[in-house]
């Protein structure tokens, strides 16, 4: 009997069909494997389909035009057909694991030795175009109705073959808002000590996709349960050389995730891009890694706190964007602390960052933040938003044509204008030339650190009033 729903969306499905066809057509076993199985059977939307094969490589590239060699010591071919790129693997069985990561052997078997290798049970299926039937030889199809994550035969042995998969693990969790089987848990729990054998890299992108998973609160309630989040604080720390005593905070104190909880509740996914979402949410986990608390931030100064947060981001392999994006936000988070005694051109500085859209909303939800002036917060943004960013009144070309000398003078000179106009004492050109013709020395005093901040007094002074 034929499926009523059909397998996956028929732009993606139909050329995958017709590399199927073709293989079986030259004498092969082929079918769909992997989590397309799975979600089609939760009926969620995939958006690839990975091929698995009895053909061998050299076969599979003679059989197509388009073809790219991405692993083909471990049997893996990329096969482009209708404009897409579909992942062609040989049935393979693997062995002599030497570095918790990839085999030291590979040998082509058949299509259930090849599923047995395989991590989870709800990726351990295999589709039949030609029945419209599951292949299932490791009860993944119940595992999937019973919401749950269980390994492939011995839980020891799948991680010891490979320590990301104790990551993957709290990931589909995260993913699909299933159960860790307690097994599986126990296990990670023994292994979770080897971790660190796995490159930054791929654990960041695991994390990534842990963070912005529908149920990522499942995944973040597992991390000390598993023993990984320990352990992942431990290598960070260590990784980065930013120990608990250069940070300022207590190595032994316990973590209960509360940045990361509080994003999560508060992240508003469908006004994020997917790397600014990521952004944050790996903010987040890295500052409850550092263990920062409120009185941290009072205490330490941003000198010391920048550093060790983009200290911890290198680690984690982040990208450059977002390692500088976790360094402005040590500086923000610094001056929101004393947000009230500023002067209001700051205020309004501060607030138009990007990182108060990206952080007010978990700030709010952090039980250790509260004592912030969100009132005051808001009533800047509400009061002052609309003009908070204005055209500038002059230009630096302008500045030049008016005789204004330039080098490092001339950003000086722009912030003192912007901030008078922020501050409601200049709203037009003309009255802008005036002011700044008047303050040439003031401007050149603040700069040199000579005197305070440029004011109303100190341009009478220039003016000889």
């Given amino acids: 009997m034929r499926h009523m729903i059909p397998f996956a969306p028929e732009p ?31 009926g969620r939307t995939q958006s690839d389909l990975d091929i698995a094969t009895s053909a061998p490589p050299s076969e599979v590239r003679a059989l197509f035009p388009r073809t790219f060699a991405v692993g083909e010591a471990f049997g893996v071919v990329i096969v482009r057909h209708q404009g897409r790129d579909f992942e062609v693997a040989t049935f393979r069985e693997e062995s002599d694991y030497r570095d918790g990561r990839r085999p030291g052997q590979v ?53 010891g073959e490979d320590r990301l998969r104790m990551v993957r693990a709290l990931r589909f969790c995260s993913q699909l808002d299933f159960e860790l089987e307690p097994a599986t848990l126990d296990a990670i729990r023994l292994e979770a000590c080897h971790l660190p054998v796995v490159s930054w890299e791929r654990i960041r992108l695991e994390m990534e996709k842990m963070l912005l998973a529908p149920a990522a609160e499942r995944g973040l309630s597992l991390l000390d349960p598993s023993g990984l989040g320990p352990v992942l604080v431990e290598a960070l720390r260590r990784e980065s050389r930013a120990t ?5 905070v207590d190595a032994g104190q316990g973590r209960d995730w509360s940045w990361c909880s509080a994003v999560l509740q508060a992240r508003p996914d469908s006004l994020l891009p997917v790397e600014s979402a990521a952004t944050q949410a790996l903010l987040a986990f890295l500052l409850d890694v550092a263990g920062f608390s409120p009185q941290d931030w009072q205490t330490l100064p941003v000198a010391r706190t ?24 040590a500086s923000w988070l ?8 500023q002067r209001l051109a700051d205020q309004l500085r501060l607030l138009r960052r990007p990182e108060t859209a990206l952080l007010l909303p978990p700030l709010r939800r952090h039980p250790h933040w509260r004592f912030l002036d969100f009132s005051l917060m808001d009533n800047l943004i509400k009061c002052h938003s609309s003009h908070w960013n204005p055209t500038p009144l002059l230009r630096g070309e302008q500045l030049l044509e008016m005789g204004f000398p330039g080098g490092r003078l001339l950003g000086p000179a722009l912030e003192a204008l912007e ?13 802008a030339e005036a002011w700044l013709l008047h303050s040439k020395e003031a401007i050149a005093r603040e700069d040199a650190g000579q005197s305070g901040r440029i004011s109303r007094e100190d341009t009478k002074k220039s003016e000889g009033e």
């Fill in 244 to 248: 608990a005593r250069g940070m300022g």
């Fill in 306 to 329: 920048a550093p060790a947060l983009e200290g911890l981001a290198r680690a984690l392999r982040l990208t450059r964007p977002q390692c500088a994006t976790h360094r402005a936000t």
């Fill in 107 to 159: 040998r082509f078997s058949t299509a259930r030795a090849d599923v047995l290798r395989r991590d989870f049970t709800i990726n351990g299926m295999l589709w039949d175009v030609r029945t419209e039937q599951v292949l299932d030889w490791v009860e993944g199809r119940q595992d999937v109705e019973r919401r749950l994550v269980r390994t492939i035969g011995d839980p020891l042995e799948r991680f």
């Fill in 334 to 341: 610094a001056g929101v602390q004393g947000l009230g005694g």
């Fill in 419 to 431: 901030t008078e106009q922020l501050e409601g004492r200049l709203d037009d050109a003309t009255a």
């Fill in 12 to 42: 993606l499905y139909r050329p995958a069909v017709e590399i199927l066809n073709r293989l079986h057509t030259a004498g092969h076993e082929a079918y769909i494997a992997g989590g397309a199985v799975r979600d089609h059977l939760m």
